[in-house]
């Protein structure tokens, strides 16, 4: 996959700009523009210059607005010669002054960037510091967006908090947002008023005091980290504490939860709170340890309607668990190995929704595993047009990249294929827990996801990927079977399977289907049969017995829409779906003609009709299902009909009279 390089838009008048060594501003001014004409053209260049090591975080914070101040320091790697540092930063702040190893410098602020400008320059493979301190109320900040401050109206708290995916580190922190430059390590402290406690990423080193009623929370995170997983929460909260104890593992890995200041929070929530442990133990079991069981899990909760997967410390608008499964899973898929690019954004999304399956499987019943995953494909047909795949022309549209009917539901229905296909529930997780050790603390593509099932299966899923992951849609199916008796009893089951997709552009679909065959007087048999046409007859020995019927894919393992299975007495014919779906009457016809169509989709497509030299002599839209075509001034005889729109391309004799 290419790597996305983020366009910016700059303005030409800086927002501010102030060095401690230029008291002049407008001496300083001009030096900034100065500095900042060379590299005008070269933005996507300079965010290739470094790569991020280490963050140190330093701001104080407080529980009624979204104003923060102090800085943040950045151990970069220079990749080549360095004159000019580039992060994003969006408008409204104020700098108050910028640092490259200890050496004040001059910067230039305006719009989403803010280039600080080096006094000699950064020779390729050094590590160099640089520092920012700032304040202010971000101008772009909103709902779920940055840095927020909202009201829990149930536990009467004001909650200030972060979310920053996919590209809002920037509204409170100036940074560089790239998904493959994932930091190091990173502390996180946070300065606020005593009575308050902040969360964060990471495990609390301490707590120190700093006079005049404030405190500052020292998180540090050992572990990499992607950009937008930096956050922080503020607010009155009492922490409660549960602990995991996963198979294999000799210590106990703490579940650390900062909850409303609010005696009936813990009450409300006592059985929720119960099932944390328990979840963190299984999914250690089927994806492998939790992955920073030497710091902590824990949540902290924030007035939102979901939840996000903050590394070590998810941010949960309520206690639901299937909430806390979709959130836990992300610590595996997202947060340990993350999306290369948002175009794949499935594999965060989609395997946390199938964390949800999991939970409901082993937590609760397979009934409502099932119940769960009929759901995913309800939705997932929801968008009959749609690729779990992100297009690239959609990859800074965060509507498209986290439509919940494709990134989540469908991508948790893909998954839930690949552990049909996969045939084998060992080899399944084994190639869950091989994702994660293979692309630990990195960046993963859905064709790394591909690759390692192949590898474990020893097989290709080429077709698969290219029909339900980059490709459109699903496929619809008609299934129709004949069985004829004999005087000695009952010959081969005819099975005829008619498909097509419900997008254009994406009509077959391969993947092996399994049919439950019933008997008058023998067990049920499960039988593959494998799709290679749109119109497909098999022959199945049933060795002599009476089939009673039929059920298509009775464990639901498919995405797909089975719209009708017939039992037919006759030879099965090359039946297409065209002949259940469209009618034209009445045949002969005299002044008007009625179409009308009973396929799953809407009708958009065109009827024209052909004398029998092939002259075209009327062609009229067909924009619904059902139509009233006039027929005036077609002279007696006989006529084509032909038939275009959707998957229909039909063609039937017509007879006019008067």
């Known amino acids: ?216 929370y020292e998180w540090k995170e050992h572990h990499p980290i992607v950009y937008y997983l930096l956050s922080l929460a503020v607010g009155d909260y009492i922490e409660h504490n549960v602990y995991a104890h996963p198979a294999g593992y000799s210590d106990s890995i703490i579940i650390q939860n900062y909850f409303y200041n609010n005696p009936q929070f813990i009450t409300d929530n006592a059985l929720k709170i119960a099932q944390m442990a328990p979840l963190v133990e299984l999914y250690s079991e089927k994806f492998g340890l939790y992955p920073w069981a030497d710091e902590k899990f824990g949540h902290v909760m924030c007035p939102v309607g979901g939840g996000m997967e903050h590394q070590t410390m998810t941010s949960l608008g309520y206690l639901d668990t299937w909430l806390v499964a979709h959130e836990l899973t992300h610590q595996w898929f997202g947060d340990h190995i993350t999306c290369a690019n948002w175009q794949d954004i499935w594999i965060n999304e989609g395997f946390a929704s199938y964390g949800e399956y999991i939970y409901a499987q082993d937590m609760v019943s397979q009934v409502n595993a099932d119940e769960n995953m009929a759901y995913c494909h309800k ?10 795949y992100v297009p690239f022309a959609d990859v800074w549209n965060e509507g498209r990249i986290f439509n919940g009917n494709l990134s989540y539901k469908k991508g948790s229905a893909i998954i839930h294929m690949l552990r049909y296909l996969s045939n084998n529930d060992s080899l399944f997780f084994v190639a869950l827990k091989q994702m994660q050790t293979q692309f630990a603390d990195s960046v993963i593509t859905g064709e790394d996801v591909k690759n390692i099932f192949e590898n474990i299966n020893g097989k290709s899923f080429d077709e698969f990927f290219d029909q339900y992951y980059y490709g459109e849609g699903f496929p619809f199916y008609i299934l129709i079977w004949q069985q004829d008796s004999t005087i000695t009893g009952f010959d081969n089951l005819k099975i005829q399977l008619v498909q097509w997709g419900s997008s254009a552009n994406n009509q077959l679909f391969t993947t092996p289907l399994q049919i439950k065959i019933s008997f008058a007087e023998n067990p049920d048999s499960v039988i593959v049969i494998q799709p290679s046409q749109n119109v497909q007859i098999f022959n199945v020995d049933v060795n002599n017995n009476k089939v009673s019927g039929l059920t298509f894919d009775p464990q639901n393992w498919i995405l797909d829409s089975l719209l009708y299975i017939f039992h037919i007495s006759q030879e099965v014919a090359q039946i297409k779906p065209d002949d259940f779906f469209i009618s034209l009457n009445p045949n002969p016809a005299t002044e008007n003609l009625y179409f009308r169509y009973s396929g799953p989709d809407d009708f958009n497509g065109s009827i024209k009709f052909l004398d029998l030299s092939g002259r075209e002599i009327l062609l009229y839209p067909l924009d619904s299902k059902e139509k009233i075509i006039p027929l005036n001034g077609i002279k007696p005889g006989m006529y084509l009909a032909e038939i275009r729109g959707n998957h229909i391309n039909l063609v039937r004799k017509m007879v006019m009279v008067k």
């Open 379 to 388: 939705r997932a047909r929801s968008e009959p047009n749609g690729s779990v």
């Open 1 to 216: 996959m290419k790597r996305l390089i983020i366009p910016f838009l700059i303005v030409f008048s800086p927002i501010f700009c102030r060095s401690q060594f230029a008291n002049n501003v407008e001496a300083n001014k001009e030096f900034a523009e100065n500095q900042f004409k060379p590299v005008l053209k070269s933005v996507s260049v300079l965010l290739n210059q470094y790569d991020q090591k280490f963050v140190h975080i330093d701001v104080a914070v407080n529980d009624t607005n979204t104003y923060i101040s102090g800085s943040v320091q950045y151990k970069l790697l220079a990749k080549s010669n360095i004159d000019t540092v580039y992060f994003e930063f969006a408008p409204g702040f104020i700098i108050d002054s910028t640092q490259i190893n200890s050496q004040n410098t001059t910067y230039y602020y305006s719009n989403d960037t803010i280039f600080v400008f080096a006094q000699s320059s950064i020779s390729t493979g050094t590590q160099f510091w640089i520092q920012v301190w700032y304040h202010g109320i971000s101008a772009t900040s909103g709902a779920y967006r940055g840095i927020i401050n909202t009201y829990d109206s149930n536990y009467q708290k004001y909650i200030t908090w972060t979310l920053s995916e996919s590209f809002h580190l920037k509204n409170w922190l100036p940074c560089k947002q790239d998904l493959t430059d994932r930091l190091d390590s990173a502390w996180i402290f946070i300065t606020v008023d005593s009575s308050l406690k902040a969360g964060s990423n990471g495990k609390l080193s301490q707590i120190t005091q700093m006079g005049n009623g404030k405190v500052r």
